[in-house]
């Protein structure tokens, strides 16, 4: 698919659709440890008071929910109903290291799903979207892998399962040094996956990737991207040149995310990308920063009221000032299937 040409100097334009998604899932990732076993969801009961959030603004978020979650009875009473309201979307998130079938060595190595085989990617896959299905009625059409260790095996077996959209892309970032994958160059515009590549948009692609809203301070996304590269690496990261660089918003990197920065940056992002032509703002965090204490950004109740400030001022100004419109992964990916089949307007004569 072609990519949208940049246009720094021009208003944002609009509408776009704003995707709210959430990695729901246990307890305990931030230590660097992966427990197989006895993870617990109590983060879930701060679900209801976001989900209150969301309907007052007629937000449908996506819970993307992983194996300690569907197996646990509460959770599952607390989150179906929910979908069975239409007030939110089921999909999909792998953990690897808590996802049965447990086969592979225990190892950080192996928190990536890309670096399993083909053949226990698609089981672990498997097992997952049938507990959903079974637990919720439904078939989960949407993904995100976890820590965003997605490869083309993997996308391929999420095709072959029915899932319509995958999340799990996050542009200019490298995860190689950790043994994960290296989205350094991929699209930041969704696009159809096939091929050999997970980056390379596929004209004749069966899943959409729809990668996590990632872009810089400055516009021209790219141009800042190897600017902040460069300053990677030695002598310059001596230099702490990284930080001077933010500090004067010439590369600053921003996350569409209430876990990693302010109502300002994530501001200063929709606009870049709506000048950019963006049809989509994919927002994402994890459902552990909705109970104090379950993760590091959020570690207590005056934590979490500033967590909520950020993503209501993020929120009212996307669908206020921006106009956007706000729908689940699987929605957008279908209207995307929609408009793509959609044939060209003829020209007036």
């Known amino acids: 698919m072609a990519r949208r040409t940049i246009a720094g100097s021009n208003p944002p334009r609009g509408p776009a659709t704003l995707l709210v998604t959430i990695d729901t899932e246990e307890e305990g990732l931030w230590g660097g440890t992966y427990r197989r076993t006895n993870n617990t969801v109590r983060n879930i009961q701060g679900l209801p008071r976001f989900q209150e959030l969301c309907d007052g603004l007629g937000i449908r978020p996506t819970y993307l929910i992983d194996a300690p979650v569907v197996s646990d009875a509460a959770a599952v009473g607390l989150l179906r109903p929910l979908q069975d309201d239409g007030r939110a979307e089921i999909g999909a998130h792998v953990h690897p290291w808590c996802n049965p079938p447990l086969e592979e060595e225990s190892s950080a190595r192996n928190s990536y799903l890309c670096n399993l085989s083909a053949a226990l990617q698609r089981r672990k896959i498997s097992w997952l979207t049938e507990q959903i299905e079974h637990q919720f009625g439904r078939r989960p059409t949407s993904f995100r892998a976890g820590r965003y260790g997605l490869d083309i095996s993997g996308a391929r077996i999420l095709a072959d399962l029915g899932y319509q959209v995958d999340s799990s892309v ?20 969704p696009y159809y996956i096939d091929g050999n590549d997970l980056c390379q948009p596929h004209a004749a692609g069966r899943l959409l990737e729809v990668p996590v809203t990632l872009g810089y301070s400055r516009p021209q ?3 800042a991207d190897a600017l902040r590269r460069w300053a990677e690496r030695t002598p310059w990261r001596q230099l702490r040149c990284v930080g001077i660089l933010d ?16 109502v300002a940056e994530m501001r200063q992002l929709v606009d870049a990308r709506l000048r950019q032509g963006a049809s989509c703002l994919v927002l994402m965090f994890h ?31 996307c669908l206020g000032e921006r106009q956007c419109a706000a729908c689940t992964l699987s929605e957008f990916a279908q209207a995307h299937s929609a408009a793509a089949a959609r044939p060209a307007a003829t020209p007036f004569a």
């Open 247 to 262: 500090r004067l918003g010439m590369a600053r990197r921003i996350k569409l995310s209430p876990e990693q920065a302010s």
């Open 287 to 317: 459902s552990s920063s909705l109970l104090p204490g379950c993760s590091p950004y959020v570690p207590d109740e005056r934590a979490l009221d500033e967590f909520y400030r950020r993503l209501t001022g993020l929120f009212e100004y």
């Open 221 to 223: 996304f790219r141009q």
């Open 170 to 189: 996050i542009p200019f970032i490298d995860y190689t040094s950790e043994g994960g994958p290296d989205f350094r160059h991929a699209p930041y515009d």
